[in-house]
């Protein structure tokens, strides 16, 4: 399967954006979907995750209450709105693809990777 991430962009601190995510090439509806990001100099972090009905979603603590993630599967999109943002949300972000039901989390779970958006938040 194919990701196809966007919707990436320059905000002030406290704004809001809204990723997408569009898949194409397999059964969307296999897959449960994660939301990762990547500052300069640092690791990949997980920021949510959500199960192939959209029925259970999973958050960093780091983004509880402020990120939403979300599926249309008859779309093949996964979303995450993005509000309240900080200036050490900026990363770029990833969305990505897995047929595994635990560890939602790991990156090292998901098979499929989208080519990723930056997010850039200023102070």
């Known amino acids: 399967v194919q990701l196809q991430a966007s919707g990436g962009g320059l905000v002030q601190a406290g704004g809001s954006l809204r990723l997408s995510c569009v898949a194409s090439?397999?059964?969307?509806?296999?897959?449960?979907m994660g939301w990762f990001r990547q500052a300069p100099g640092k690791e990949r972090e997980f920021a949510a995750a959500?199960?192939?009905?959209?029925?259970?979603?999973t958050y960093a603590d780091s983004v509880k209450g402020r990120f939403t993630i979300s599926r249309d599967n008859a779309k093949n999109t996964v979303y995450l709105q993005m509000n309240t943002l900080k200036p050490e949300d900026t990363a770029v972000y990833y969305c990505?693809?897995?047929?595994?039901?635990?560890?939602?989390?790991?990156?090292?779970?998901?098979?499929?990777w989208g080519q990723g958006t930056q997010v850039t938040v200023s102070s």
């Open positions: 090439g397999g059964t969307f509806s296999m897959y449960n």
């Open positions: 990505a693809a897995t047929t595994w039901e635990r560890l939602l989390y790991a990156p090292s779970i998901y098979s499929y």
């Open positions: 959500i199960n192939r009905s959209g029925s259970t979603t």
